[in-house]
């Protein structure tokens, strides 16, 4: 879809300051799904007055959660902002559906979030803000099924990220390999189904779970960085990706560290996440 059919709007709502720096909580209308869906922006501090180009880290959220959340729920007041600031980038966090997985629906119309993030929310932001448009310097992490959604994107989009991460993120949506109750188990698979149909959850993988894309990763050399705490949930999820992507000789950076699903170990593991993904942009910049 080319961008300039895209029906597209910018609403700054209630700007956040805080020593010079934004956030800005923009609406992009989503052509595909026919609807409007919310995102915050932060720029860092100076960002007006530099003139210069930015790069961008798109931080993305869990599946019952908001655009908000990586500014409401962390334990850690203004951490974005501290972020942005410390490595002087824009960081994106958008809004998508619940338990949508980040994935478009063969089935739903309404469930097209790999088409919105992609080819609709990137293309708005580089237009609207002084982002570096470029691969080089565009990275993407997320939390739970944000972590999914990062490493789904990135696999798939290669030309769009030089960098991917996962914090507790749902390597397999195979609800079998999660530590869950019946309840939630078959809600989540419900869900699913009523997304995708009936999909092959055992190897070989589903091209809509982050395990069936290693082959991609190993393919575009994109950097890595996954992280979970032992005590979550999706633990094994994390350690099946771990090994393939180890029996496919694809380098990335994994961590099992205390801690479980959690707001508290999300606030501690994403300065982690930046750390890598600066160090990656310093590294490409080079070249």
Wanted: hydrophobic share 40%; net charge positive; proline share 5%.
């Amino acid at each position: 879809m080319k961008f300039k059919n895209l029906v597209l709007s910018l609403l700054l709502l209630i700007p956040v300051f805080a020593f010079g720096q934004k956030v800005d909580t923009i609406e992009v209308y989503s052509p595909t799904m026919k609807k409007t869906l919310k995102a915050a922006v932060v720029t860092p501090k100076g960002y007006k007055k530099r003139g210069e180009n930015y790069p961008s880290i798109y931080v993305l959220h869990g599946g019952s959660g908001r655009f908000s959340d990586w500014h409401k729920q962390v334990t850690e007041a203004g951490l974005l902002l501290d972020l942005a600031n410390q490595y002087q980038t824009i960081i994106v966090t958008p809004g998508v559906g619940p338990s949508s997985y980040y994935f478009d629906s063969p089935l739903l119309d309404s469930v097209q979030y790999e088409t919105y993030v992609t080819q609709e929310l990137i293309p708005f932001v580089d237009n609207n803000y002084a982002t570096i448009k470029d691969k080089k310097a565009r990275a993407i992490t997320g939390l739970s099924m944000g972590g999914h959604g990062a490493m789904m994107l990135s696999a798939k989009h290669p030309e769009l990220f030089i960098a991917a991460g996962s914090m507790s993120g749902v390597m397999n949506i195979d609800t079998r390999m999660w530590k869950v109750s019946e309840e939630f188990r078959n809600l989540r698979k419900s869900a699913q189904v009523a997304m995708l149909g009936q999909i092959q959850y055992d190897a070989p993988f589903t091209q809509y779970t982050a395990v069936g894309l290693v082959d991609r990763m190993k393919e575009n050399g994109i950097a890595l960085i996954i992280d979970c705490g032992v005590d979550d949930f999706l633990i094994e999820t994390n350690r099946q990706i771990h090994r393939l992507l180890l029996d496919k000789n694809v380098p990335h950076e994994y961590t099992e560290r205390p801690g479980a699903h959690t707001w508290q170990y999300w606030t501690e593991a994403l300065p982690v996440h930046f750390l890598f993904i600066d160090q990656v942009f310093k590294k490409n910049a080079q070249k």
